[in-house]
């Protein structure tokens, strides 16, 4: 999977769904979208995602999860495991 470049527009901000997301949760999101292929998929997994989105971070992987949690909850990224190893994997909805 190949992460590319992603634009975010102003109806991000402005829906309903994305604002019943912690603060937190919201800006994963966000990295989530500039990490995904072009069909939406991606890595789905707390220490990566850490490690992707927040590298100048000291952030506990209980909380990557929990904000996770409230992504999948929102029904913005559809997890599920693929391939031979069952890797965790992300679907972005929308």
């Known amino acids: 999977m190949m992460p590319r470049i992603r634009t975010v527009k102003p109806e991000f901000w402005e829906s309903e769904t994305i604002g019943c997301l912690s603060f937190g949760a919201r800006l994963l999101f966000l990295a989530c979208l500039n990490l995904a292929d072009d069909e939406g ?27 996770m949690e409230e992504i999948v909850k929102q029904e913005l990224v559809y997890p599920y495991s693929g391939g031979k190893v069952e890797q965790k994997l992300g679907w972005i909805i929308n």
Do not use: C, G, Q, V
Not at 54 to 61: A, C, N, Q, V
């Open 41 to 67: 998929l991606l890595r789905w997994n707390a220490s990566y995602l850490s490690a992707s989105a927040f590298m100048y971070d000291d952030i506990d992987p209980k909380t990557i999860s929990k904000w």
